[in-house]
C-alpha cells in the first residue's frame, strides 16, 4: 500500500496564538491519536499535499521526535476564507486494534447492460469500513460484469474479506440506465429544482 512518509515536530506550545505562527510559516498543526497518548505536532504544508489531496486511500509514516508513526487521515479542517489547510487529524494505526477508515471503491469488468447500450451510473465513490489495520487495502473491487440494464449493485453486494462495511446495506453503489431513461431522470430534476 502507497505510504507517504512526513517528517513532523513535535509542538510544546498550544493555543491559538502558537498555532497562528506555526502556519505563517507554511507549516499545518495536527494530531496523532489512537495510539498509547497523544502527540501534537506540526509539519510542513507541502509534505501534507500528497496525503490530503488524493482520492486514494493511503498510509501516513509520520516521524515526530525520533520516532516512527503509522497512521491514516482521519480529519482535515480548511480555513473558510483562504480554503487553506489548518489543522489535520492523523489515526495512530495499532496492530489488534481495529479502525473505522474510508476506503475507495474500484469497479472492474465490463457491465452486461453497458454492452446493450446502457450508461454505467457509479452512486459511490468509497464505503467506510471497519478493519484491522493488516486488512486495510488501497481500493475496494467491485466486479461489475453481471450488472444488468437497468440493474443495480447495493453495498450488500460487495464482498470484502476480513473487513466489515459499515454503509447501510440497501444503498445502491452501481447501476446501468437506459440513455433515454437517463435523459428523463435529468428533466424531471431540472424541473424539480426549478419548483425549489
Do not use: W
Not at 14 to 21: D, F, Y
Not at 160 to 188: C, F, G, H, W
Amino acid at each position: 500500500m502507497k505510504t507517504i512518509t512526513i517528517e513532523g515536530v513535535l509542538r510544546t506550545e498550544h493555543g491559538k496564538k502558537a498555532a497562528r505562527q506555526i502556519r505563517s510559516q507554511e507549516n499545518v498543526p495536527g494530531v496523532i491519536y489512537g495510539g498509547a497518548e497523544e502527540i501534537n505536532f506540526y509539519a510542513p504544508a507541502k509534505a501534507l499535499k500528497p496525503l490530503v489531496y488524493t482520492g486514494e486511500f493511503q498510509l501516513a509514516e509520520v516521524q515526530v521526535g525520533g520516532k516512527k508513526y503509522k497512521c491514516i487521515l482521519k480529519d482535515l479542517q480548511f480555513d473558510k476564507v483562504s480554503d487553506e489547510l489548518i489543522h489535520v487529524d492523523l489515526l495512530e494505526l495499532v496492530d489488534n486494534k481495529p479502525v473505522i477508515a474510508t476506503l475507495p471503491l474500484k469497479f472492474t469488468g465490463t457491465s452486461a447492460g453497458v454492452k446493450e447500450g446502457g450508461k454505467l451510473v457509479t452512486k459511490m465513490k468509497s464505503l467506510k469500513v471497519k478493519a484491522l489495520p493488516k486488512h486495510l487495502r488501497e481500493t475496494i473491487n467491485v466486479d461489475i460484469t453481471n450488472l444488468e440494464l437497468n440493474g443495480n449493485i447495493r453495498v450488500e453486494d460487495v464482498k470484502a474479506d476480513n473487513i466489515e462495511i459499515l454503509n447501510s446495506p440497501r444503498i445502491p453503489i452501481a447501476s446501468v440506465v437506459m440513455t433515454r431513461q437517463l435523459k428523463q431522470e435529468e428533466a424531471t430534476a431540472a424541473k424539480d429544482e426549478k419548483k425549489k
